[in-house]
């Protein structure tokens, strides 16, 4: 069994920062990718940040130069600081990871969802 546990966000206004946590507990064998997407209302699910298997972070267009995401191997742990937030980061955030259980199985994990809204 594996969690993904989430915490931060809340309401922030234009041009502001805003930081997520999110840590993975369980029967951990190895993590291969730790991420995160965001849903805003009427839209899909969209890739935020992430880290590759190849151990280096891959952002979206949209939070490059803006948005970079922290994080701690041994603690098993990512972060999202978002930085110049705008009305368009609105969104659902969640962290994502696909984590091996053992050395053969591997699975897709997310976390619970935390709302980031972004207004004046």
């Known amino acids: 069994q594996v969690h993904l546990v989430e915490s931060g966000g809340g309401l922030v206004q234009p041009g502001g920062s805003l930081g997520l946590s999110c840590a993975a507990s369980?029967?951990?064998?190895?993590?291969?990718?730790m991420g995160w997407y965001r849903q805003a209302p009427g839209k899909e699910r969209e890739l935020v940040a992430v880290f590759t298997s190849g151990g280096t972070p891959d952002y979206a267009d949209s939070v490059k130069g803006r948005f970079t995401i922290p994080r701690d191997n041994a603690l098993n742990t990512v972060d999202l600081q978002m930085n110049n937030l705008k009305p368009e980061d609105t969104a659902v955030y969640y962290c994502?990871?696909?984590?091996?259980?053992?050395?053969?199985?591997?699975?897709?994990?997310w976390g619970q969802g935390t709302q980031i809204t972004v207004s004046s």
């Open positions: 994502n990871a696909i984590i091996n259980t053992d050395p053969r199985l591997w699975g897709v994990y």
């Open positions: 369980g029967s951990i064998f190895s993590i291969n990718t």
